[in-house]
């Protein structure tokens, strides 16, 4: 049977969801997890492949095994085993050819960057303390509604079939002593986010203006854009499928 696995984590001390050789990785916590409790080596396909230090509120992950009578011990006994980092919420029974990264939807993220510094966000957000022009931020954000090639705010060499994707939501909004940045798409190209963040901040501080804000755009070139953000303020906030309920976390 095909199982989903819901879970969430604080990737500040891990090298990204993938598995790495010599460096500790959320996969590797996972899979090491279910091997030691379900008794055989279980590999999992996740959403998506964080970034090292990225965290996720949600992430879904496939695996396949005999069937399990009781999801929610399970959980509770992942749980136990896991590192305080990483936590699991659920484990779904799904049909056999679901696949978590293929029938995603779309992915949700959520940038976090502190006006004034706080000790208790240090961590797990980008200290920024300078002004910004919000309302302006807003309006260059919609423009990636409407573009579609995004090779400008992709990580360079990397291997993939096209820079297409399609943007239906990106919203700056302050809260408190935050500014949270918003964003949804189909896909995300390596390190698209925290590029997409870096170059508003640029359009925030009076660097760049909407029009050469489009140019970085069009022209496709990384080196346009600006500089990405640092790791510890993104957050995978919610990835959907057809065929599961939309659970935020």
Same mark, same amino acid.
Not at 191 to 215: C, H, P, S, Y
């Given at each position: 049977?095909?199982?989903?696995?819901?879970?969430?984590?604080?990737?500040?001390?891990?090298?990204?969801?993938?598995?790495?050789?010599?460096?500790?990785?959320?996969?590797?916590?996972?899979?090491?997890?279910?091997?030691?409790?379900?008794?055989?080596?279980?590999?999992?396909?996740?959403?998506? =492949?964080?970034?090292?230090?990225?965290?996720?509120?949600?992430?879904?992950?496939?695996?396949?095994?005999?069937?399990?009578?009781? $999801?929610?011990?399970?959980?509770?006994?992942?749980?136990? &085993?896991?590192?305080?980092?990483?936590?699991?919420?659920?484990?779904?029974?799904?049909?056999?050819?679901?696949?978590?990264?293929?029938?995603?939807?779309?992915?949700?993220?959520? #940038?976090?960057?502190?006006?004034?510094?706080?000790?208790?966000?240090?961590?797990?957000? #980008?200290?920024?303390?300078?002004?910004?022009?919000?309302?302006?931020?807003?309006?260059?954000?919609?423009?990636?509604?409407?573009? =579609?090639?995004?090779?400008?705010?992709?990580?360079?060499?990397?291997?993939?079939?096209?820079?297409?994707?399609?943007?239906?939501?990106?919203?700056? *909004?302050?809260?408190?002593?935050?500014?949270? &940045?918003?964003?949804?798409?189909?896909? &995300?190209?390596?390190?698209?986010?925290?590029?997409?963040?870096?170059?508003?901040?640029?359009?925030?501080?009076?660097?760049?203006?909407?029009?050469? &804000?489009?140019?970085?755009?069009?022209?496709?070139? *990384?080196?346009?854009?600006?500089?990405?953000? $640092?790791?510890?303020?993104?957050?995978?906030?919610?990835?959907?499928?057809? #065929?599961?309920?939309?659970?935020?976390?």
């Amino acid at each position: 049977m095909r199982y989903f696995l819901q879970c969430a984590y604080d990737g500040a001390h891990f090298s990204g969801w993938q598995r790495q050789p010599n460096a500790p990785s959320i996969q590797e916590a996972l899979e090491e997890a279910l091997n030691l409790l379900l008794g055989e080596q279980i590999p999992i396909v996740a959403a998506g =492949r964080t970034d090292a230090g990225v965290h996720a509120r949600q992430m879904y992950a496939h695996f396949d095994y005999a069937e399990i009578e009781h $999801p929610d011990y399970l959980v509770h006994r992942l749980n136990a &085993f896991l590192p305080k980092s990483i936590s699991v919420q659920h484990i779904i029974p799904v049909h056999e050819e679901a696949h978590a990264r293929f029938d995603a939807t779309s992915r949700s993220y959520q #940038y976090l960057i502190s006006r004034e510094k706080d000790p208790f966000l240090a961590d797990w957000s #980008y200290g920024f303390y300078q002004p910004l022009a919000i309302d302006l931020m807003n309006q260059a954000a919609q423009l990636l509604l409407h573009h =579609r090639d995004f090779e400008c705010f992709s990580k360079t060499h990397t291997d993939v079939h096209t820079f297409n994707c399609t943007i239906t939501h990106a919203q700056w *909004r302050v809260e408190g002593n935050l500014w949270i &940045f918003d964003i949804t798409a189909d896909r &995300f190209l390596r390190n698209m986010v925290r590029a997409i963040t870096g170059t508003l901040l640029w359009v925030g501080q009076g660097k760049l203006d909407l029009a050469g &804000f489009q140019e970085v755009l069009d022209r496709k070139n *990384r080196s346009l854009a600006g500089p990405s953000v $640092p790791a510890k303020g993104l957050y995978l906030t919610q990835v959907l499928y057809p #065929y599961l309920p939309p659970t935020n976390r």
